[in-house]
């Protein structure tokens, strides 16, 4: 009765009698791979399997993948529209003209009695990118709110932002292949192994073919630990202090590409300078990591002919995730390592289509990477939009953690959701709790009518899943890929792309402006804008020489793919970006700067003595709207628990397979404790799937550059709880 359940219930394999297969891409991280759904007789949806001729993924799929065909039919989707008066009255049913003109006049009616930016939107990193771009338009152009970001402020914001400072534009610049040609890879933050499993199986053929060191940085015994040469168990948030001393290691004995400094970066003397307080005598009492390790790793790092780093949260989710992106970057830039088979700086992406939202959405600026900052951008946009100038702001809004504090102080009074669920990814859930009961209106556009953000709506637009929609996705390595419809949208539900362009036609700017009925309309006018120039240089982000037709065939082409690329018989891309050691940056030289350690984070004390981590299990995404649904997934991994080091546990009475109280200085939340070693003794972790867990308790300070919250820094204490009813509390929360 471990988990309060009394029947257990049987693992069901799909059946596959396929009749056809259909091409599309995976709709939940950014691995990017591309998929087949088998189709029976009578058309219904029946298996998944991997597409062998695709470069990412070479047939294989991880258990998600494998398991997306059954979303189409998953419990809890939307079927019509809803509405209500109050958040806490019974949503009823409605028709879509109603529900989109309740919406647009409550948006107007809010914008005229608070001023434009008092009604936000929020998207999110799971749409095409053609609905990125439109919901952009329709944001930007015609709704004319200022406010308006995506949720990916809570996973790549940090990862965007550093390389912004770094090397003057956004875009990963390596690739997969990289793991191919690479002699070191050092890995920041990230458990490959259950986040990214196919980029993770690249990476192990490619250590089978040839041995090459990993070394891997992260404060827990992650399963990608476990497999690593060297693993360096860092105190949470101090990442700049070991890259810092392995900078000064690197420098003072002289191993630096010097000449590819001077050619291609400018701020050398400064960084130089910086890290000679960083001496691992000094920085292994901050980070962790005894400074033996500290050098030998620095002197593995600089000596390989090439080297890479890749990270995801454990670097992101931070403080100074911002700092800690251009830190990995300053490490890759003064040992030669950007630009080379082998060698880059490769943020590991979150979302499917995070990089189409930071491409395309105009949620941090405008379309193709411009800058609502630049007058000759805003007017480029404007010309091709066919709206006034002066419509644009002229710096960007609020960024997504911004926005929820502008509801607290009644800056902002209406929000419109987009495939995001606050109520279980933010941190603080209690307080997110009481802004979403404060806002005059909340509209939440999403595909599942259960969603726990809904509770508090005014109006609910059911949107379509994955592949009853067409557009594309752009992967962790900027490879842009179709996702076609394979299904018509299911019952009342519409494409989001269609929700966009409806409520456009409810504004006054859209009678000038052009809102093409079909996505690859989107798609035109993404090309056109992403030709020309930038800083006197060919705009990197060029997808010109791209079709729908070029992306099947190629199974995913990488930007920049050029007119003239277009031309040739060759779908290939690009792979890698800068290798001609010039930057997008006004003189064309990258940006090394120095990063200085500050320490701002809630530390373990007497009264919350253990670090709060969290992360992702393989099993799930996000806030389980959907993998939540997911039969085997869910069976995999049903319940929240927490990992807990058997030392600390004995120290407190607490055993294996037990409920615990954890609290911390927000909330309180119940789990189930797993002990395992995988945890130092001053540290638990949770994974951060569930509702009404983990984000009860995260503090989420914010990084002054990218605005992105540090989940995986902050303290708690553990308590004994009543078995039984933890097991009742647990059964219920499992009904969803
Ligand atoms: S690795 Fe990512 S993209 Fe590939 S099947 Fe799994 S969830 Fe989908």
């Given amino acids: 009765m471990l988990f309060g359940r009394k029947k257990r219930k049987p693992i069901t394999i799909p059946s596959k009698q396929v009749k056809e297969w259909k091409y599309t891409t995976c709709n939940y991280c950014s691995t990017g791979c591309s998929i087949e759904i088998g189709l029976s007789e009578d058309k219904k949806i029946v298996t998944t399997r991997g597409h062998a001729g695709a470069d990412v993924n070479r047939g294989k799929l991880c258990i998600k993948g494998l398991l997306e065909h059954e979303l189409f039919e998953s419990p809890g989707r939307g079927t019509e529209p809803l509405s209500r008066e109050k958040h806490f009255e019974k949503l ?5 003209d109603n529900a989109l003109d309740t919406t647009a006049s409550k948006i107007k009616e809010i914008q005229e009695k608070y001023g434009k930016d008092a009604f936000a939107v929020i998207s999110t990193g799971q749409l095409v990118t053609e609905e990125f771009y439109t919901l952009g338009k329709l944001t930007r152009g015609c709704i004319g709110t200022n ?7 809570l996973c790549m914001a940090s990862a965007v932002s550093g390389y912004k400072r770094t090397f003057g534009l956004d875009g990963p610049p390596g690739c997969y292949e990289d793991f191919e040609h690479t002699h070191c890879l050092m890995a920041f933050g990230s458990n490959l192994p259950e986040q990214h499993p196919i980029i993770y199986w690249r990476l192990k053929e490619a250590l089978e073919k040839r041995k090459f060191p990993l070394i891997v940085v992260d404060p827990r015994v992650t399963m990608f630990a476990q497999f690593a040469d060297i693993h360096l168990p860092i105190t949470p948030g101090t990442d700049c202090v070991l890259i810092n001393a392995m900078m000064f290691v690197i420098i003072n004995e002289g191993l630096q590409d010097q000449a590819y400094i001077d050619a291609s970066t400018q701020g050398f003397d400064e960084v130089k300078a910086l890290v000679q307080d960083y001496d691992p005598k000094t920085a292994q009492h901050i980070c962790g990591i005894d400074e033996d390790t500290i050098r030998n790793v620095a002197r593995i790092y600089a000596k390989a002919p090439s080297a890479m780093s890749i990270w995801t949260m454990g670097i992101n989710q931070s403080t100074h995730g911002s700092d800690g992106v251009a830190n990995i970057n300053n490490l890759n830039l003064i040992t030669g390592n950007i630009g080379i088979p082998g060698g880059t700086s490769l ?3 979150g979302q499917c289509n995070a990089m189409g939202t930071r491409e395309w959405s105009s949620c941090s600026g ?4 411009r800058y609502l900052e630049n007058e000759d951008e805003r007017q480029e946009i404007a010309d091709y939009w066919g709206i006034d100038v002066d419509f644009l702001p002229k710096k960007r809004g609020l960024a997504q953690t911004d926005i929820f504090p502008a509801i607290e102080t009644g800056e902002i009074k209406g929000l419109w959701l987009v495939a995001t669920n606050p ?4 941190p603080n859930t209690s307080r997110i709790r009481k802004m979403l009961e404060k806002l005059e209106f909340l509209v939440v556009q999403d595909v599942y009518e259960d969603v726990e953000t809904n509770q508090y709506s005014h109006v609910y637009f059911p949107a379509s899943v994955w592949a009853e929609k067409q557009g594309c996705h752009t992967n962790t390595e900027r490879r842009v890929n179709l996702i076609d419809n394979v299904l018509p949208p299911y019952a009342n539900s519409k494409p989001d792309f269609w929700i966009f362009n409806q409520m456009a036609k409810r504004f006054e700017n859209s009678k000038t402006m052009s809102f093409p009925d079909e996505p690859e309309g989107a798609f035109n006018e993404m090309k056109e804008l992403s030709k020309g120039t930038h800083n006197g240089r060919p705009r990197t982000l060029d997808i010109s020489g791209m079709s729908y037709e070029k992306i ?29 050691g010039v930057f997008p940056t006004k003189s064309g030289k990258a940006n090394l700067l120095p990063i200085k350690f500050y320490n701002n984070n809630e530390q373990p004390c007497g009264e919350y003595p ?22 085997n997934c869910n069976k995999f991994s049903p319940t929240a628990y927490m990992e807990m080091n058997p030392d600390a546990a004995a120290d407190l009475g607490i055993t294996h397979q037990s409920y615990v109280r954890l609290t911390s200085r927000r909330g309180d939340a119940v789990v189930l404790v797993q002990l395992t070693q995988r945890v130092p003794r001053n540290m638990v972790f949770v994974p ?15 990084d002054p550059h990218s605005r992105q919250p540090a989940f995986k820094q902050c303290s708690v204490r553990i308590e004994h709880v009543d078995q039984a009813e933890a097991a009742k509390l647990n059964v219920e929360r499992r009904t969803y």
Avoid at 366 to 369: A, R, T
Avoid at 618 to 628: A, I, L, M, Q, S
Avoid at 688 to 702: A, E, P, S
Wanted: charged fraction near 20%; proline fraction near 2%; glycine fraction near 10%.
């Fill in 147 to 153: 406010n308006y970001d995506g949720n990916t402020t």
């Fill in 366 to 369: 405008l379309p193709g990477y």
């Fill in 347 to 349: 943020s590991i992406t």
């Fill in 688 to 702: 951060f799937h569930y509702h009404d867990c983990v984000n009860r308790l995260t503090l989420g300070l914010l």
């Fill in 610 to 631: 253990f670090w709060l981590n969290s992360g992702r299990v393989v099993e799930h995404f996000h806030t389980r709207t959907r993998t939540g649904k997911i039969g």
């Fill in 552 to 580: 099947i065939k190629a199974r995913g082409i990488q930007w920049p793919y050029r007119e003239e690329d277009g031309q040739s018989t060759s779908l290939k891309g690009t792979q890698r970006l800068y290798s001609d």
């Fill in 423 to 426: 109520m279980t990814s933010m």
């Fill in 92 to 96: 009823e049913k409605t028709t879509w």
